[in-house]
T-cell receptor, first 110, second 115 residues
Framework: GQNIDQPTEMTATEGAIVQINCTYQTSGFNGLFWYQQHAGEAPTFLSYNVLDGLEEKGRFSSFLSRSKGYSYLLLKELQMKDSASYLCARRDNYGQNFVFGPGTRLSVLP | DVKVTQSSRYLVKRTGEKVFLECVQDMDHENMFWYRQDPGLGLRLIYFSYDVKMKEKGDIPEGYSVSREKKERFSLILESASTNQTSMYLC????FGQGRLNEQYFGPGTRLTVT
C-alpha cells in the first residue's frame, strides 16, 4: 500500500517552533511535497524534497530521510496566519499522481 | 499567474440527478486531477488524465466518470448523485514530468451537497 501517516491535530503558541511529521512507505518513492491549506481554500505548495536532508525556505523548512520513509515540516516563529492544515503528499516512480496523507490541522494560539 | 478555476463554489443537487463539475486551467498543463476531500480522510484521488481523451482511475472512481475533450478542461460527472457523494471536490493540474515540475496547482473547490 501507500499509507501516509500524519498527526491529525497539533496546537502551538505564537512565536514558537512546531514540527509536523509524515511517514510513508518507501517502495518506489520519488519525491515528497508539502502543501498548506487554509480552511475553505485550495491547498498551496510549500516545499518539495527528493534527496535526504533539509530544505529551508524562510520560516518553513522540510526534512527528508528516504531510508526511514520519514519527512517533517518545521515552522519557526509561528504566526496566527499559520493556523491551517498541512498536507504531506508522496509521489512514486511510476506515475504522475500523488498520494496525500490525511493532513495535520495546526492551531496557533496567542 | 497560474490559474485553475472550477465552475461552482457551492452546489446543491438531489439524489439521482446527473451532476457535472467543470475544471479549467490556463497553464497548458498535461496532467489534470479530480479529488474529493472529507474530514479525517484527506484528499482522495477519483480520476486523473495525462492527455486529451485519456483518463485513469484513481483510488475511488466508483460512481464517477470524467471527460477530457480539450487540454485545458477536465470534467467530473456524477451519473446518479447519491448522498454519500456529498463532499468538497478539488481539481488540480500539473506539468507532465519529474520532481519539482510535478507541483500540483489546485482550484478553489466545489462544495457539493446531495439531498
Amino acid at each position: 500500500g501507500q499509507n501516509i501517516d500524519q498527526p491529525t491535530e497539533m496546537t502551538a503558541t505564537e512565536g514558537a517552533i512546531v514540527q509536523i511529521n509524515c511517514t510513508y512507505q518507501t517502495s518506489g518513492f520519488n519525491g515528497l511535497f508539502w502543501y498548506q491549506q487554509h480552511a475553505g481554500e485550495a491547498p498551496t505548495f510549500l516545499s518539495y524534497n527528493v534527496l535526504d536532508g533539509l530544505e529551508e525556505k524562510g520560516r518553513f523548512s522540510s526534512f527528508l530521510s528516504r531510508s526511514k520513509g520519514y519527512s517533517y515540516l518545521l515552522l519557526k516563529e509561528l504566526q496566527m496566519k499559520d493556523s491551517a492544515s498541512y498536507l504531506c503528499a508522496r509521489r512514486d516512480n511510476y506515475g504522475q499522481n500523488f498520494v496525500f496523507g490525511p493532513g495535520t490541522r495546526l492551531s496557533v494560539l496567542p | 499567474d497560474v490559474k485553475v478555476t472550477q465552475s461552482s463554489r457551492y452546489l446543491v443537487k438531489r439524489t439521482g440527478e446527473k451532476v457535472f463539475l467543470e475544471c479549467v486551467q490556463d497553464m497548458d498543463h498535461e496532467n489534470m486531477f479530480w479529488y474529493r476531500q472529507d474530514p479525517g480522510l484527506g484528499l482522495r484521488l477519483i480520476y486523473f488524465s495525462y492527455d486529451v481523451k485519456m483518463k485513469e482511475k484513481g483510488d475511488i472512481p466508483e460512481g464517477y466518470s470524467v471527460s477530457r475533450e480539450k487540454k485545458e478542461r477536465f470534467s467530473l460527472i456524477l451519473e446518479s448523485a447519491s448522498t454519500n457523494q456529498t463532499s468538497m471536490y478539488l481539481c488540480a493540474s500539473s506539468l507532465f514530468g519529474q520532481g519539482r515540475l510535478n507541483e500540483q496547482y489546485f482550484g478553489p473547490g466545489t462544495r457539493l451537497t446531495v439531498t
